[in-house]
């Protein structure tokens, strides 16, 4: 089992950057695949991108280019750097956490354990 902290959210004006943590524990996620997703009231959650346990990235048209995903290994901690921040990107941040490979890292439904959410907010 594996349990997940997210932090890191806040709140940043248009053009700004913010980097969102997402700490491990209970078990090593050093091969699993990692997914950040976010979610605005009412809508589904919305895959932003992943990294796999050979850190392959995969990331959402909408954000590629402005955000990166890095995994630390050692720190059992997953990263989400946001550039370039447009109100749109305002929703609340959730990382999670898949063991072993997918063909659809961008879905939600193949993930097994999830974090708590950060809330960002772009004005």
């Known amino acids: 089992h594996v349990q997940l902290v997210e932090s890191g959210g806040g709140s940043v004006q248009v053009g700004g950057s913010l980097t969102l943590s997402c700490v491990a524990s209970?078990?090593?996620?050093?091969?699993?695949?990692m997914g950040w997703f976010r979610q605005t009231q009412g809508n589904d959650r919305e895959g932003v991108g992943a990294?796999?346990?050979?850190?392959?990235?995969f990331y959402a048209d909408s954000v590629k280019g402005r955000f990166t995903i890095s995994h630390d290994k050692a720190k059992n901690t997953v990263y989400l750097q946001m550039n370039s921040l447009k109100p749109e990107d305002t929703a609340m941040y959730y990382c999670a956490a898949m063991g072993g490979v997918t063909q659809t890292p961008l879905s939600d439904q193949v993930y097994h354990y999830w974090g708590q959410g950060t809330q960002v907010t772009v004005s």
């Open positions: 209970g078990n090593s996620i050093r091969t699993y695949c």
């Open positions: 990294i796999g346990g050979d850190h392959t990235q």
